[in-house]
Nanobody, 120 residues
Framework: VQLQASGGGLVQAGGSLRLSCAASTSTVSINIMGWYRQGPGKQRELVAAITGSGDTNYADSVKGRFTISRDNAKKAVYLQMNSLKPEDTAVYYC???????????????WGQGTQVTVSS
């Protein structure tokens, strides 16, 4: 699976950004799509995830500010980030979990990361 993320950049606190990530695969059935981030000197953390049926999960720190969505036909996942704070500064990585025949387990795939910088 190849994942291509885009949409990062520099924004002032209180601003918005929208991240996009498209998956390229013809053999993997994608289940969960989502985003992690890794800030300077911090461990990578889950930001948001979404299942194929639309169930979502968010980190407490982004609830009410970020919205994850996906387009199953395009195999794409999006992260709308509003009311951004300097502490949101990080490299954001999209990921998917999927399964390919004949495996009985999911595999997680990672995108290359996109930088989000929020200035105060």
């Amino acid at each position: 699976v190849q994942l291509q993320a885009s949409g990062g950049g520099l924004v002032q606190a209180g601003g918005s950004l929208r991240l996009s990530c498209a998956a390229s695969t013809s053999t993997v059935s994608i289940n969960i799509m989502g985003w992690y981030r890794q800030g300077p000197g911090k461990q990578r953390e889950l930001v948001a995830a979404i299942t194929g049926s639309g169930d979502t999960n968010y980190a407490d720190s982004v609830k009410g500010r970020f919205t994850i969505s996906r387009d199953n036909a395009k195999k794409a996942v999006y992260l709308q980030m509003n009311s951004l704070k300097p502490e949101d500064t990080a490299v954001y990585y999209c990921y998917v979990r999927g399964r390919s025949w004949p495996n009985s387990f999911d595999t997680q795939y990672w995108g290359q990361g996109t930088q989000v910088t929020v200035s105060s």
